[in-house]
């Protein structure tokens, strides 16, 4: 819009027909006409990818880590996780020592990109791996996995509360360990997968969380606290072990009678946002 330079570039002169008036949109697509008539597309012509939906083109990516002032050199490639679906990963070169931090960097780009570009692992590198004719080698760049697990300091979870929820970001994420102060959005997270934790948290441990709480505590340690401060006094194991005792010495008859009222009692209590 009011851009008649970047609209004489996109939209040309259609050589298919006799109407000078006619425009033909230059997408960005690469194609060619076959034989038979068909076009067979072969990708984009720029750098251009769909992440969640989102048509986002990195270079914008790129230029944005590189006005933070302790960044040197950025560049960020669309990858594959385990699930097939593509996240986008930045590798970046800091100008000093120590580097900043994914955690400081992801909330730079937070507050000057949409969250859908936000990358999902940003890996600080010493330098970026070059071809012989000096461009990035992006097939050496190495794993964000490989790299993230070899800094962070891995910590076994403590108690029930963190075991459970390392053992649901492990199957979400698909990633073997998860230490108590891992990062979720440092190992691949984001805002879709997010929805899945949160979901998970709520019907193993019972209780109303928000999607915010992830975001505002991202790790194990920092959620199962949240989680510990929402149960009620009195673990759901106690109430457990009461019933027991409770079912001791009982017909199967009046055991079924309890049970089912215990049921009963424990879907009404729980309502509809924890199904």
Request: glycine letters at 6%; proline letters at 5%.
């Amino acid at each position: 819009m009011n851009q008649p330079q970047q609209t004489a570039e996109k939209f040309v002169a259609d050589s298919f027909s006799k109407n000078a008036e006619a425009r033909l949109y230059r997408s960005g697509d690469l194609a060619r006409f076959l034989p038979d008539g068909n076009v067979e597309f072969l990708g984009r012509m720029d750098q251009q990818v769909k992440i969640r939906g989102f048509r986002v083109e990195p270079a914008e990516i790129e230029s944005v880590l590189k006005q933070n002032t302790d960044v040197q050199q950025a560049i960020v490639v669309p990858q594959e996780d385990k699930s097939g679906d593509k996240r986008l990963v930045a590798y970046v070169v800091s100008k000093k020592k120590p580097a900043p931090t994914a955690e400081e960097l992801r909330s730079f780009l937070q507050t000057r990109l949409p969250e859908y570009m936000v990358p999902s692992a940003i890996v600080n590198l010493e330098s970026l791996p070059l071809t012989r004719n000096g461009k990035v080698d992006v097939s050496a760049l190495p794993s964000p996995d490989q790299v993230l697990v070899t800094e962070r300091l891995f910590i076994a979870p403590r108690n029930p509360v963190e075991e459970q929820l390392a053992e649901i970001w492990r199957e979400v994420l698909g990633v073997k360990q998860i230490g108590v102060q891992d990062n979720f959005f440092d190992v691949g997270g984001h805002s879709l997968l997010a929805t899945q934790v949160i979901s998970r948290v709520r019907s193993t441990f019972r209780v109303q969380l928000s999607l915010r709480s992830l975001f505002d505590s991202p790790t194990v340690a920092g959620l199962a606290n949240e989680i510990s401060q929402l149960q009620p006094e009195g673990s759901e194991d106690e109430e457990v072990a009461k019933l027991l005792r409770e079912l001791e010495g009982l017909s199967d008859e009046e055991a079924e009678r309890l049970l089912a009222s215990e049921l009963q009692r424990g879907g009404d209590s729980s309502g509809s946002g924890n199904r």
